[in-house]
């Protein structure tokens, strides 16, 4: 099973931005669907972003679409996660996850793998 470990979060002032990274290991990469997840407290996990297996598929949730964009780097086992205009309603803890199928409005029950998590709070 694959190992994912996130980095990037942080505290950040509404309208900025940060990065999150996703580095994976113990797997083929490349043949992962990679997914970000979040959950703000007393909240379900829900679905961010997912990217396929070479990254020229994407899908966002609605609610991040416009402001956030995901991408992958198979050459370095990696997931990333560009926030700009950060929201309020954007802090929460952010998750990578790792699937071996694709879907645009994926489940956390879709993906067999994941990270610790990194906090991400945006502050007025």
């Known amino acids: 099973q ?12 509404a309208g900025g931005s940060l990065r999150l990274s996703c580095a994976a290991s113990g797997g083929t990469f490349s043949r992962l669907v990679m997914g970000w997840f979040r ?5 379900e996990r829900e679905f961010v972003s997912v990217i396929g297996r070479s990254g020229t598929i994407t899908s966002y949730a609605e609610s991040v679409k416009g402001r956030f964009s995901i991408s992958r780097d198979n050459a370095k086992n990696t997931v990333y996660l560009q926030m700009n205009f950060l929201k309020l309603e954007d802090t929460a803890v952010y998750f990578c996850a790792a699937s071996d199928k694709w879907g645009s409005n994926p489940s956390p029950r879709d993906f067999g793998s994941w990270g610790q998590g990194t906090q991400v709070t945006v502050s007025s």
């Not at 959950?39 to 909240?43: R, S």
């Open 39 to 43: 959950q703000a407290p007393g909240k």
């Open 2 to 13: 694959v190992q994912l470990v996130e980095s990037g979060g942080g505290l950040v002032q």
